[in-house]
């Protein structure tokens, strides 16, 4: 109608205003009328429709979350108490992968209302705190709210991926979140300052020298790959309750005195000194500390129990040139001496083993890397002088790739109170050959020993210990429990269970890293 009323006004468009009929005008009125109320019932349609519509959206959104709330009460996890649950995600953030940015508790927060009411409601899963340039200042503090008032884990790291200017970012993310953080100073129990930029290294000591008192403050641990300085560390009374150090790749500062001024750092109730340096060559020197500096250290911290070295971090050069006119190192309070050299021929094992002195010490450990031949032997330096045992009170030994076929007897000998021994396959090997090929009597086949472990054992050597138990047994001695360590795959390896199922007619066998079943 519309179009013919157009048409008809086209067709009169050259005639005068006198010759338009107003039927014409009445009609296009009249057709007008009706487009604005049908135009009109279109739009309250339309808005009836948008509201259903509102309302149905409303409606599926609350139904779809009654039917994930429900899938998920019938999940066999939603059975479990929250506390198993809680115990279940403890587990898993404290197993995640260290410095990661996608952090597990925030994983779980997500997950649905309930995993978050429990997440968010407990304090020991927000209770490491990472600071990097790619973690918000926010995130920080939401953090620090949900973890309450437990101690914390401060964590300093690099950002994941390098790109020019990282290191001005990360500097001026520092001061901000440090910032943020500062009143939870008191809480702070453990440090850990991961980055290879030694400005960062220095700048982070500085900031935390200036927060001090660290009261709650136990553990440092650092690492740099790329510093190619000392190993800052707090001064004075700052850290008064620090029990551990543990430095990687970076050498410790040198003393301001011979005797490393225990005023200056914080060291005198130092329980637990960790040295890791990784790679053997040229590459490595940079993080070699100086003996002096080493010493010194020992001699500041009278209450050092722990002492655990990996690779070569201290370079005993001029004093092993020197060795008639070297002191002996004095570690009194010492308990635990861990020596893993990361090389069959350490430069300065046999002259560090030669020079400390540990009247107390209760657990010894020297594991070489897996390699052929067996590592350096040291079992002449074990006696002081020989026969008598320069470690005599130590009751748990463990030995990896040391001990030589000639040097069996000298390592038992060097023990002779050890009642928890582990041993490698290899170490194994030499022992229960000897044993069973001699009849002469040897301190380790006494009834003290309670506990024997044999990493990745091989069939012979089963055989061997299996004709040891029963010898011990004809002898009247208490047969010790028998662990039997990974990785085994038994399913790939049945003469391993025939074996171990021999062992376990004579004694307790545990299996550990021992796979039984047909799936990898």
Same mark, same amino acid.
């Given at each position: 109608?519309?179009?013919?009323?157009?048409?008809?006004?086209?067709?009169?468009?050259? $005639?005068?205003?006198?010759?338009?009929?107003?039927?014409?005008?009445?009609?296009?009125?009249?057709?007008?009328?009706?487009?604005?109320?049908?135009?009109?019932? %279109?739009?309250?349609?339309?808005?009836?429709?948008?509201?259903?519509?509102?309302?149905?959206?409303?409606?599926?959104?609350?139904?779809?979350?009654?039917?994930?709330?429900?899938?998920?009460?019938?999940?066999?996890?939603?059975?479990?108490?929250?506390?198993?649950?809680?115990?279940?995600?403890?587990?898993?953030?404290?197993?995640?992968?260290?410095?990661?940015?996608?952090?597990?508790?925030?994983?779980?927060?997500?997950?649905?209302?309930?995993?978050?009411? /429990?997440?968010?409601?407990?304090?020991?899963?927000?209770?490491?705190?990472?600071?990097?340039?790619?973690?918000?200042?926010?995130?920080?503090?939401?953090?620090?709210?949900?973890?309450?008032?437990?101690?914390?884990?401060?964590?300093?790291?690099?950002?994941?991926?390098?790109?020019?200017?990282?290191?001005?970012?990360?500097?001026?993310?520092?001061?901000?979140?440090?910032?943020? @953080?500062?009143?939870?100073?008191?809480?702070?129990?453990?440090?850990?300052?991961?980055?290879?930029?030694?400005?960062?290294?220095?700048?982070?000591?500085?900031?935390?020298?200036?927060?001090?008192?660290?009261?709650?403050?136990?553990?440092?641990?650092?690492?740099?790959?790329?510093?190619?300085?000392?190993?800052?560390?707090?001064?004075?009374?700052?850290?008064?309750?620090?029990?551990?150090?543990? !430095?990687?790749?970076?050498?410790?500062?040198?003393?301001?005195?011979?005797?490393?001024?225990?005023?200056?750092?914080?060291?005198?109730?130092?329980?637990?000194?960790? $040295?890791?340096?990784?790679?053997?060559?040229?590459?490595?020197?940079?993080?070699?500390?100086?003996?002096?500096?080493?010493?010194?250290?020992?001699?500041?911290?009278?209450?050092?129990?722990?002492?655990?070295?990996?690779?070569?971090?201290?370079?005993?050069?001029?004093?092993?040139?020197?060795?008639?006119?070297?002191?002996?190192?004095?570690?009194?309070?010492?308990?635990?001496?861990?020596?893993?050299?990361?090389?069959?021929?350490?430069?300065?094992?046999?002259?560090?083993?030669?020079? @400390?002195?540990?009247?107390?010490?209760?657990?010894?450990?020297?594991?070489?890397?897996?390699?052929?031949?067996?590592? &350096?032997?040291?079992?002449?330096?074990?006696?002081?002088?020989?026969? %008598?045992?320069?470690?005599?009170?130590?009751?748990? /030994?463990?030995?990896?790739?040391?001990?030589?076929?000639?040097?069996?007897?000298?390592?038992?000998?060097?023990?002779? !109170?050890?009642?928890?021994?582990?041993?490698?396959?290899?170490?194994?090997?030499?022992?229960?050959?000897?044993?069973?090929?001699?009849?002469?009597?040897?301190?380790?086949?006494?009834?003290?020993?309670?506990?024997?472990?044999?990493?990745?054992?091989?069939?012979?050597?089963?055989?061997?210990?299996?004709?040891?138990?029963?010898?011990?047994?004809?002898?009247?001695?208490?047969?010790?429990?028998?662990?039997?360590?990974?990785?085994?795959?038994?399913?790939?390896?049945?003469?391993?269970?025939? &074996?171990?199922?021999?062992?376990?007619?004579?004694?307790?066998?545990?299996?550990?890293?021992?796979?039984?079943?047909?799936?990898?």
């Amino acid at each position: 109608m519309v179009l013919n009323a157009a048409q008809d006004l086209a067709n009169t468009g050259s $005639l005068s205003r006198k010759m338009v009929p107003e039927e014409m005008l009445l009609t296009l009125q009249q057709e007008v009328c009706a487009l604005e109320n049908k135009r009109r019932e %279109l739009l309250v349609r339309l808005e009836e429709t948008n509201t259903s519509l509102v309302e149905v959206q409303t409606l599926l959104t609350r139904k779809t979350s009654q039917a994930h709330t429900v899938q998920n009460l019938l999940a066999p996890v939603s059975r479990l108490p929250d506390e198993v649950l809680l115990a279940i995600f403890e587990e898993a953030v404290r197993s995640q992968e260290q410095g990661q940015v996608t952090r597990t508790e925030i994983a779980i927060s997500y997950t649905s209302h309930h995993w978050r009411q /429990v997440t968010v409601n407990a304090p020991r899963l927000w209770n490491s705190l990472c600071i990097r340039a790619e973690v918000p200042v926010a995130m920080l503090q939401i953090y620090l709210s949900r973890s309450s008032s437990i101690p914390l884990t401060i964590e300093f790291r690099e950002r994941e991926t390098a790109w020019p200017g990282a290191d001005k970012r990360s500097m001026a993310h520092l001061g901000s979140a440090l910032d943020a @953080i500062s009143p939870s100073v008191p809480r702070w129990r453990r440090i850990v300052v991961l980055h290879r930029s030694y400005p960062y290294f220095t700048h982070v000591f500085r900031e935390l020298r200036k927060a001090a008192p660290l009261k709650m403050l136990q553990s440092i641990s650092m690492r740099s790959p790329g510093v190619c300085g000392p190993c800052p560390l707090l001064l004075g009374d700052s850290a008064p309750a620090l029990e551990s150090l543990e !430095v990687e790749d970076m050498p410790l500062p040198p003393p301001v005195t011979q005797t490393f001024d225990a005023a200056r750092y914080s060291v005198a109730g130092l329980t637990t000194l960790r $040295l890791r340096v990784h790679g053997m060559g040229v590459g490595s020197s940079h993080a070699a500390t100086d003996p002096s500096a080493f010493r010194a250290l020992i001699g500041s911290a009278p209450m050092l129990s722990t002492l655990e070295i990996y690779g070569q971090p201290i370079n005993f050069g001029q004093e092993r040139v020197d060795e008639e006119d070297v002191l002996p190192l004095e570690i009194p309070r010492l308990r635990t001496l861990v020596l893993r050299p990361g090389t069959q021929h350490p430069r300065d094992l046999r002259h560090f083993i030669s020079v @400390i002195k540990a009247p107390t010490l209760r657990q010894f450990e020297l594991v070489y890397p897996d390699n052929a031949p067996p590592g &350096q032997d040291v079992s002449d330096l074990l006696f002081d002088p020989f026969p %008598l045992a320069r470690f005599p009170c130590v009751e748990t /030994v463990r030995l990896h790739n040391a001990v030589h076929a000639d040097t069996v007897a000298a390592f038992m000998n060097a023990f002779p !109170v050890a009642a928890r021994i582990t041993l490698g396959s290899p170490d194994a090997g030499c022992l229960f050959e000897k044993q069973t090929s001699s009849n002469t009597h040897s301190p380790w086949t006494s009834s003290h020993i309670q506990h024997l472990t044999v990493v990745s054992p091989l069939h012979n050597t089963l055989l061997q210990m299996y004709e040891w138990l029963l010898s011990a047994a004809r002898q009247g001695h208490r047969l010790p429990i028998i662990t039997l360590e990974g990785p085994i795959r038994g399913i790939d390896n049945p003469e391993f269970l025939t &074996q171990s199922s021999k062992l376990a007619s004579c004694t307790e066998v545990r299996l550990c890293g021992v796979g039984l079943s047909t799936s990898g």
